[in-house]
């Protein structure tokens, strides 16, 4: 999975993406609440709610344009715009959910109902009620956000040349072979969150006051109150779905960790574990830029699957194209500018393609807005948060107001960003077909559909499809090219799915307080032992905070959804296949230009948060329970070969083959309902 982000960062990060199971009612209403008038002492819940969707949409677009530009233009202007603009938001919110408390055990319609609940849950940042320590909450989220997007590893402090942010970091991991190399492009980026460690030690014991004084024993009890169920039941729901798939993803590590072994002998493992820096990508979640090493078969057997050197192409030949135009004797200036015209033109050129699948199944052409105001490629003059995100400014398009929706990213012509791009404009898509929900309703169904619906499409994205489009060529239907683009899907989506529990599980311990923060460290590494088969080549001792140095630690975004969302894209994939009137195995199917499929996941779309989530998957798939069967039935070609490969191998791994710390680190404690 690549860096992705679904709504606002901080304060609102989940703000508008959670529900939760109904809570007991106090014996008598709260009269008085702080915040209303006295007016407003005798509204209704119905006049009360449609009150707070007014007051919420109106303060919106103030709040997420502070947020773009914390985002996009980071310097102590932007930041604290941004956290006064996060302390606003939530003082407000506060103030609503006291105000609502004189509405328990009172009669109301269902959906008044609903969103007095979905109220309860606005942020995955809870603040407690004391002025004081809300400000200084907002301030940290803000800082550690900061610090995250302007993080910099210099292997000489006194010489700006040998400075790298993330980006190109992330470049040495994806195409860069040797041992040494990737071992300090991995190491130096971890140092940024060195800092962080005592900011996110307060940012915990403030939001655990804050979910405190909404009536959750912590923050981490809150979080998992975001999915019509009781708190205790998704951490068990997670664990079932994951004993589906955990046999395919064992044999998916066997394999990798003999490949990398052949690659890197005496290296290629640590202790029978994955070593952290080897796998392409920053945190271990997607192996695909190891499919040099990790491809069954050879070009000349299975024909090709080289979506980034057909990009590649692509921008070099548009690059030639502008300087051919030019002057022989161009400036160095002039040069740059040309490059950036370049870069400019694959990035969007990439969105129009991702737009075009949207759009072949029914749905609308984005905004011309979306053109004109996203951020596609990294600015030269300005440190930005790369972190791929999709943003709704403005809840526009039902009022009159032209919706304003946006992308973030720093694209590459590689096929990762290439994917993350259909990724986030599932983003977008959902945002414009809710927008004419009330405002508490505009999300997901709940946060793990709204990272699924992008993905849904990437699993439509079929060799066929990327043939159709040119950026693959050579495709035949032998059972090389069929192992072949499973493995290549697997990369992305199989790898993911552990390290889609891990982070939560780390949060869940830090927040109930079995995790300590003198044992950050070590038990990230333990969980990611167990999980993924993971490890670090050399010893991260408390010195470090490893957590930090992913993007949605310290920016706050709960993680859970992303594991239930690898769920879900397979179910609403098989579901709009069967739309379709797809026949055949489920791998083959692509619904490009299928307007039938594109109807019924609209029609999904629509529906938002309006609704306990149960429902919206029965009127979609049929059936209201989260699954993994389909993703067991899409890699059964792949599950199969990867066991004849592994045959008379030893498979697993041993969690204490980490070298985090000697301890062992406690496990977290089970989930209280």
């Not at 969103?115 to 942020?123: D, E, H, V």
């Not at 070593?275 to 040099?292: E, I």
């Not at 979306?370 to 009022?399: E, L």
Request: hydrophobic letters at 35%; aromatic letters at 10%.
């Amino acid at each position: 999975m690549k860096q992705r982000h679904a709504l606002l960062v901080l304060a609102i990060s989940a703000s508008l993406a959670l529900s939760a199971c109904k809570r007991e009612p106090t014996a008598e209403p709260t009269a008085g609440a702080p915040g209303a008038t006295a007016a407003q002492q005798d509204e209704t819940a119905d006049q009360f709610i449609a009150r707070v969707n007014a007051e919420l949409k109106a303060m919106y677009p103030e709040l997420t344009a502070a947020q773009w530009l914390s985002s996009t233009y980071i310097n102590d202007d932007s930041q604290l715009l941004a956290a006064k603009s996060n302390e606003k938001y939530l003082t407000a919110l506060n103030s609503w959910i006291e105000q609502a408390k004189r509405f328990e055990g009172q009669q109301m319609s269902p959906e008044t109902a609903r969103a007095i609940m979905l109220l309860k849950l606005g942020t995955a940042m809870p603040a407690p009620n004391d002025p004081v320590k809300l400000s200084d909450l907002a301030a940290l989220a803000t800082k550690m956000e900061g610090a995250y997007g302007s993080g910099t590893y210099c292997t000489d402090s006194e010489n700006p040349a040998t400075c790298r942010q993330l980006g190109a970091l992330e470049d040495v991991l994806r195409n860069n072979r040797d041992y040494a190399a990737q071992l300090d492009a991995w190491q130096g980026w971890h140092t940024i969150s060195q800092p962080m460690r005592p900011d996110y030690q307060r940012f915990v014991e403030l939001v655990n006051e804050g979910a405190r004084d909404l009536g959750f024993a912590n923050a981490g009890e809150m979080w998992r109150s975001g999915y019509d169920m009781p708190p205790a039941a998704i951490a068990a729901e997670t664990d079932r779905l994951w004993g589906q798939v955990k046999p395919l993803y064992e044999q998916l590590h066997c394999y990798a960790r003999t490949k990398l072994e052949a690659r890197y002998p005496g290296q290629g493992s640590v202790n029978g574990l994955l070593p952290a820096h080897l796998m392409g990508n920053m945190w271990q979640q997607d192996w695909s830029n190891r499919w040099d090493i990790l491809a069954p078969y050879t070009e000349a057997q299975a024909g090709s699957l080289d979506v980034t050197g057909a990009l590649e192409r692509q921008y070099q030949a548009g690059l030639s194209d502008l300087l051919g135009k030019q002057n022989a004797m161009i400036s160095d200036t002039k040069r740059a500018e040309v490059v950036r015209d370049a870069e400019l033109a694959i990035a969007r050129s990439m969105t129009e393609r991702a737009e075009d699948y949207y759009t072949s199944i029914g749905m609308p052409k984005l905004p011309d807005g979306y053109w004109q105001r996203t951020q596609f490629i990294k600015p030269r003059d300005r440190d930005v948060v790369c972190h791929a995100s999709a943003w709704d400014m403005n809840m526009g398009g039902d009022d009159g107001t032209s919706p304003d929706v946006r992308t973030k990213m720093c694209i590459k012509p590689n096929e990762e960003d290439f994917t993350t791009i259909y990724h986030e404009l599932g983003h977008v898509y959902y945002y414009l077909a809710y927008n004419h929900l009330p405002p508490l309703f505009q999300s997901g169904a709940h946060d793990g559909f709204h990272e699924a619906i992008g993905d849904t499409i990437v699993l439509a994205m079929t060799p066929q499809y990327l043939q159709s489009i040119g950026l693959v060529s050579g495709q035949s239907p032998s059972n090389e090219a069929l192992i072949n683009n499973q493995m290549r899907m697997a990369l992305s989506k199989v790898a993911f799915m552990p390290f889609g529990l891990m982070i939560d599980r780390w949060r869940w311990g830090v927040f109930d307080g079995s995790i300590t923060p003198d044992n950050y460290n070590q038990a990230w590494w333990q969980l990611k032992a167990r999980y993924q088969g993971v490890a670090p080549a050399t010893p991260r001792g408390e010195e470090f905070f490893d957590p930090g140095a992913k993007y949605h630690v310290p920016g706050n975004t709960p993680y859970t959804r992303y594991f239930l969302s690898h769920v879900l894209q397979f179910q609403f994939y098989k579901a709009l296949c069967d739309a379709a009137g797809h026949t055949g195995p489920l791998y083959t199917c692509s619904f490009h230009g299928n307007q039938a499929a594109g109807e019924k996941f609209w029609a999904m779309l629509s529906k938002g948060n309006s609704q306990p989530w149960q429902q919206t998957l029965r009127e979609l798939t049929g059936g209201e329970q989260m699954d993994a069967a389909p993703v067991l039935e899409y890699f059964a070609p792949l599950q199969d070969w990867l066991k004849q490969q592994n045959e008379g191998r030893t498979c697993g791994w041993s969690e204490s083959g980490t070298t985090a710390a000697a301890a062992p680190a406690p496990a977290p404690a089970a989930p209280q309902g």
